[in-house]
């Protein structure tokens, strides 16, 4: 019986699609760092829709964390057709004020680790004809002056998701990007952002997943919720650049 995973499982996006899921007959596999949570929304989730559900304790901003999780998979012998990379977080403020060793977990978190999952994961969904979403950001359209490379690694995620979605046509094997605008989640005061101070309108977690689902299950290529999101990634294709990077100050509050 495969299972899907989620990274980042244990708040926000990643918990709400742990509900959504298993709401829908799901059996899942949670990965996040945080263990007491995880086995608190695990519990839940089997007592309410009689699914199974493993737990995985990781931090995956670590080099070899990507390759430790297969190992426990395997280990577990949890086959998987569905994989959702949600974990990441980000930074506010100017980069050169920023901590160099927290960059770097950003960057490991948001772009290398999903790109080790895919590729070791891959083999599986292969045989599954799997799905995998790959939660990235409308931040990944524009350059976002003061979260600067936060919007580069979803930039990254977006670019390379598109890309092997071609490539893994023939295979049967769906990548969907799910590029939520501003969501109602710890995300903002983990970044240090104060949401008040931003020109900001916020959809809520369970909008973002519904139509995470939604584009899954058609296997869409790119799915942007709320047409307020919508209209930000037109108009930031159609605008002049430098046009792009004033927008993006102004919305940071900048």
């Known amino acids: 019986m495969p299972y899907t995973l989620i990274t980042g499982a244990s708040t926000g996006i990643g918990e709400v699609f742990a509900y959504a899921l298993a709401k829908e007959g799901h059996n899942l596999i949670l990965v996040a760092r945080s263990q007491e949570r995880l086995e ?89 004809q799997g799905r995998i979403c790959n939660v990235a950001s409308t931040a990944g359209f524009q350059p976002l002056p003061y979260t600067a490379v936060y919007s580069a690694t979803k930039a990254y995620l977006l670019d390379f998701s598109e890309a092997i979605s071609a490539e893994l046509k023939s295979s049967g094997v ?30 809520t977690p369970e909008q973002v997943v519904e139509a995470g689902i939604r584009g899954l299950k058609k296997r869409k290529r790119l799915v942007v919720p709320g047409w307020l999101n919508k209209l930000m990634v037109f108009s930031v294709r159609l605008a002049p650049r430098s046009w792009v990077l004033s927008i993006g100050q102004f919305m940071m509050g900048h």
């Open 40 to 128: 608190q929304i695990a519990t839940e989730l089997r007592d309410r829709h009689h699914v199974k559900v493993e737990v995985i304790t990781l931090d995956l901003a670590t080099p070899t964390s990507a390759e430790r999780l297969l190992e426990r998979c395997q280990q577990k012998q949890l086959e998987v057709d569905t994989l959702i990379n949600n974990a990441g977080f980000g930074m506010m403020g100017s980069f050169d004020q920023q901590d160099l060793d927290r960059v770097q977990e950003m960057i490991f978190l948001n772009l290398v680790t999903p790109t080790k999952l895919i590729h070791l994961f891959l083999p599986m969904l292969k045989q599954y």
């Open 174 to 203: 769906s990548v969907t990007t799910l590029c939520p605008g501003p969501t109602q989640t710890p995300f903002f005061a983990a970044a240090g952002i104060k949401i008040d101070q931003t020109r900001m309108i916020r959809q």
